[in-house]
């Protein structure tokens, strides 16, 4: 146990701030466990523990781990190996490994592509592409795609074919279908057999033949 002052019986200890800097030395965890003679730099340690040892430490957990360097295990070659695969996240395109899911998250959203459809509409959180070719392929195919010029660089793209109506309706008004005059069908009237039909006498409830009227009154009489 160190302590800042060294009074008393029994052997002396050390000095609080002295076993504070030994504990977090970048020292050699195989032949100096004490900390007594740091390296200036990450590199010249992992140079020494290859050279001197056959080992190495994980540079992903020299650079990131809350651990102090001592507290670090040195790995033969294979079981590094072992260790990043099990132990860190890796880009499924770069194959490049990172020290967990914020880092690899990090890298994923700087150097590549995700589809905003499929995490609006809850078929994936996270649908990840290598690159932008990639991300448009996977629109033409699974979603709805606005192939209007001012859209179709930006890759804008719908879960359904109503969405994308009602984008078309609010965006681009303009292409959509109108009255096209020259599909009408010209409607002919024929006024001379228009004159020709008998007018109805019954108003909007029919029309009766015009000696049926007669009869009608001549019953009464």
């Given at each position: 146990?160190?302590?800042?002052?060294?009074?008393?019986?029994?052997?002396?200890?050390?000095?609080?701030?002295?076993?504070?800097?030994?504990?977090?030395?970048?020292?050699?965890?195989?032949?100096?466990?004490?900390?007594?003679?740091?390296?200036?730099?990450?590199?010249?340690?992992?140079?020494?523990?290859?050279?001197?040892?056959?080992?190495?430490?994980?540079?992903?957990?020299?650079?990131?781990?809350?651990r102090f360097t001592l507290q670090l295990e040195p790995l033969s070659l294979q079981a590094m190996r072992a260790h990043r695969e099990s132990t860190h996240p890796s880009c499924q395109f770069c194959?490049?490994?990172?020290?967990?899911?914020?880092?690899?998250?990090?890298?994923?959203?700087?150097?590549?592509?995700?589809?905003?459809?499929?995490?609006?509409?809850?078929?994936?959180?996270?649908?990840?592409?290598?690159?932008?070719?990639?991300?448009?392929?996977?629109?033409?195919?699974?979603?709805?795609?606005?192939?209007?010029?001012?859209?179709?660089?930006?890759?804008?793209?719908?879960?359904?074919?109503?969405?994308?109506?009602?984008?078309?309706?609010?965006?681009?008004?303009?292409?959509?279908?109108?009255?096209?005059?020259?599909?009408?069908?010209?409607?002919?009237?024929?006024?001379?057999?228009?004159?020709?039909?008998?007018?109805?006498?019954?108003?909007?409830?029919?029309?009766?033949?015009?000696?049926?009227?007669?009869?009608?009154?001549?019953?009464?009489?």
């Amino acid at each position: 146990v160190a302590q800042d002052e060294a009074g008393g019986a029994g052997p002396r200890r050390k000095p609080l701030h002295v076993a504070l800097l030994q504990m977090t030395a970048r020292a050699c965890p195989v032949c100096d466990k004490g900390g007594r003679h740091p390296f200036p730099s990450a590199r010249l340690l992992q140079d020494h523990l290859r050279l001197s040892h056959g080992r190495q430490l994980c540079d992903l957990c020299l650079a990131h781990s809350h651990r102090f360097t001592l507290q670090l295990e040195p790995l033969s070659l294979q079981a590094m190996r072992a260790h990043r695969e099990s132990t860190h996240p890796s880009c499924q395109f770069c194959h490049t490994h990172f020290y967990g899911s914020d880092e690899l998250y990090t890298h994923m959203q700087r150097e590549h592509f995700h589809c905003m459809v499929c995490q609006r509409s809850g078929r994936g959180a996270y649908v990840y592409m290598r690159d932008a070719q990639q991300l448009q392929d996977h629109l033409r195919s699974q979603h709805h795609v606005c192939e209007e010029p001012e859209c179709a660089d930006c890759l804008i793209a719908f879960a359904t074919e109503e969405e994308l109506r009602q984008h078309h309706a609010q965006r681009h008004p303009r292409s959509m279908p109108r009255w096209d005059p020259s599909r009408a069908r010209p409607l002919v009237l024929d006024f001379d057999t228009l004159r020709r039909l008998p007018r109805a006498s019954g108003g909007r409830g029919g029309s009766a033949p015009a000696g049926a009227a007669g009869d009608v009154g001549g019953s009464g009489a």
